[in-house]
């Protein structure tokens, strides 16, 4: 494995993520690409953001975290983020058209030597493949968010991936500080999401159905299983525009079930600002959420 230059594409809550832990962690050279410069302010914010962070989880030192900063670039022109690139790690909208546009771009200006993986949560990479133009050297990198604590790295290949890449991005995910776990079959939501996802989901039901709010749902299953978080704080974690994609997407079949969610999330808590702790305000109101007081679960 000679990586040296990481292109990270999507600069989100998760995206942000994964280019500083890449340089905190891995020492790589790190592009962060977005589609325009004013994504790319707020992920300097938020890469910034993360520093507290690291101080506290990590013990990282100002001179540590700072040296990784300075170790990341950014653009808003695609050739130019991925012109020396070993690997892309893309981490833009589960939105199937969106992944599909975004690869068939990204596989006419990539160097040929450039492995893509894809960060998707819920998407196959064999839904992609043909689009990169280069399926023997795609796969997927799966991180768990707070990825610099949360160290997972589920790295899954389709059935084109070539052995050598497969292998070649496990050493990356361990060189970056996370446990890899490999997947040899596809599968949707891998092994996190395939047990998180129904969590999540069954949370949001009985919200959406009028059976609990969101507090007593998480302190039901935080008192019962011993869990840190809830349902709805693991949501605010990993922000509620991606439930809201995952849920519009299967609301796209005619599920009317998913058709109710996906306009709850979207009328009562996107539009109105509420996509997550990210933001202050989810379904819990950051930087003192009720769940995290010291007598919620004894009330």
């Not at 892309?88 to 058209?97: F, K, S």
């Not at 959406?208 to 302190?219: G, M």
């Not at 609301?251 to 808590?269: C, I, N």
Request: charged letters at 25%; aromatic letters at 10%; a negative charge.
């Amino acid at each position: 494995m000679n990586y040296k230059n990481i292109t990270v594409a999507g600069s989100g809550v998760l995206g942000s993520q994964i280019a500083f832990q890449t340089a905190y962690k891995g020492k790589f050279n790190v592009v962060i690409y977005d589609i325009n410069d004013e994504a790319l302010e707020r992920a300097k914010d938020r890469i910034l953001n993360l520093k507290p962070y690291y101080k506290e989880d990590l013990g990282a030192s100002d001179e540590d975290l700072n040296d990784a900063y300075n170790r990341l670039s950014f653009h808003s022109d695609l050739a130019k983020a991925v012109a020396n690139a070993d690997l892309v790690i893309e981490a833009i909208p589960e939105v199937v058209n969106i992944k599909t546009n975004f690869y068939n771009q990204l596989g006419k200006v990539a160097p040929e030597k450039t492995i893509f993986a894809t960060n998707s949560s819920t998407l196959l990479p064999s839904q992609f493949a043909e689009a990169t133009g280069r399926p023997e050297k795609f796969l997927a990198l799966h991180f768990a968010n707070e990825i610099w604590k949360n160290n997972t790295a589920e790295v899954m290949k389709h059935p084109g991936t070539a052995e050598e890449v497969f292998n070649e991005v496990i050493e990356f995910a361990k060189a970056i500080g996370m446990v890899a776990l490999p997947l040899h079959k596809e599968q949707p939501g891998y092994i996190l999401n395939s047990l998180l996802v129904p969590l999540l989901e069954a949370g949001q039901g009985l919200l959406l159905n009028d059976v609990a709010d969101p507090e007593t749902i998480d302190k039901t299953w935080m008192i019962a299983t011993g869990a840190p978080l809830g349902p709805f704080a693991i949501l605010d974690v990993v922000g509620i525009t991606t439930a809201y994609n995952i849920a519009n997407a299967k609301a796209q079949t005619g599920d009317p079930h998913f058709k109710k969610l996906a306009s709850l999330l979207k009328t009562e808590y996107i539009d109105k600002g509420k996509t997550g702790r990210a933001a202050g305000e989810g379904f819990y109101k950051y930087p003192n959420p009720t769940f995290a007081r010291e007598d919620f679960l004894k009330e």
